[in-house]
């Protein structure tokens, strides 16, 4: 049978102004074109409830009880990579019978929902106990301290493949146009690597590095690029240089050449990034690449220096000025990655 349609307000009040006059069901299904016993439904609620809206309803009873949410909470809280056909399985074995779409509907309604698992550093417990203690220790520092740190570090960007994601509006089955599509090619298209640092006075120096980078390269692209970085933002006297422990920034003879130029270098727990904030300007980069779509490795190195050029130092600013935040973060999740 066919659904019909619900009457309108106007129309059920209507109803309920003729009963009251005094006339019959009949004579109102007449008047206003409704059947006889949709009069007589609509009045009877309107004396028991005083309203002609419509009312809560139970609606069907949940095909998993009670016990049966608590056991695939408790399942997935354990395990949070438990599959909905595991799920289905315990409870068939259970002896209740259900769908996928059912366990995720439970599921969301107990605020879980399936995501795509998190990529991150591989933490050992040494590390975990050094990022703690790291944010321990610095926790209280005033905000003037990380405002004079340069914080330096190194980065890929692909010409083509995942650094190229976007959202775009588009209607049903035009998935597969021109305009809603991002073009790739085997192996990424090439990429570049790059070396560039910043403070909370804005960003300093992107260089490209164009071979393998050794110690001595690396040491080079300080020596040309550090110190005339420093003095574009004007850094106060005393200043610290971040750097994380990547092997060819600690080597031996790095270190010598840090302490012959007397740079104040910052000590860092291994394995970290999420508390290195150059890490949230290196994503700011390339969103702003990714938008420019460039079509070869020329165009992507000469965007991404026009793209770093015109970083606001307000974005540097609010990330060197929420750096506590950071540490508290990482002592809330007892060293493990936060989501900085």
């Known amino acids: 049978m066919a659904k019909t349609k619900e009457l309108s307000k106007d129309t059920r009040n209507k109803i309920v102004d003729r009963h009251q006059a005094g006339k019959t069901e009949s004579a109102i299904g007449k008047q206003l074109g409704v059947k006889k016993s ?21 609606g069907a009873p949940r095909k998993i009880s009670p016990r049966g949410v608590k056991m695939i909470t408790r399942t997935v809280s354990k395990n949070p990579r438990t599959t909905q056909g595991d799920l289905v399985n315990d409870l ?36 975990v106990r050094a ?30 493949g995942k650094n190229s994601t976007c959202h775009v509006w588009r209607r049903k089955n035009a998935e597969l146009h021109p305009k809603n599509t991002i073009p790739t090619v085997k192996h990424g298209g090439g990429n ?39 003095r574009a933002l004007k850094m106060k006297r005393g200043w610290v240089f971040q750097h994380d422990n990547d092997p060819k920034h600690t080597a031996r003879a790095m270190k010598e050449w840090l302490c012959k130029k ?70 809330a999740n007892k060293g493990y990655i936060t989501k900085y």
């Open 131 to 160: 990022c703690l203690k790291f944010a321990r220790e610095h926790l209280d520092d005033p905000e003037e301290d990380w405002e004079n740190v340069i914080w330096s570090d190194e980065t890929k960007i692909e010409l083509f």
């Open 38 to 58: 949709t009069v007589g439904a609509i009045s009877r609620k309107w004396k028991t409830y005083k309203t002609t809206d419509n009312l809560p309803r139970s």
């Open 262 to 331: 007397h740079f104040k270098v910052q000590e860092w727990p291994s394995q970290s990034p999420d508390l290195n904030p150059i890490e949230n300007l290196w994503r700011e980069l390339k969103i702003r690449v990714a938008q420019r779509q460039p079509q070869n490795i020329t165009a992507l190195e000469e965007i991404c220096m026009e793209e770093w050029a015109k970083l606001p130092a307000t974005v540097c600013k609010n990330l060197v000025a929420t750096y506590r935040k950071r540490l508290t973060s990482v002592i």
């Open 192 to 230: 570049i690597m790059l070396w560039g640092c910043f403070s909370a006075k804005g960003p300093g120096r992107l260089i490209r590095v164009k071979e393998r980078m050794n110690g001595a390269m690396y040491r080079e692209i300080l020596s040309k690029n550090l110190l005339p970085s420093a």
């Open 92 to 127: 068939q074995r259970a002896g209740t019978k259900v769908t996928k779409a059912t366990i995720s509907n439970t599921l969301r309604r107990q605020r879980l929902k399936s995501c795509s698992a998190r990529r991150v550093p591989l933490l050992k417990p040494v590390h």
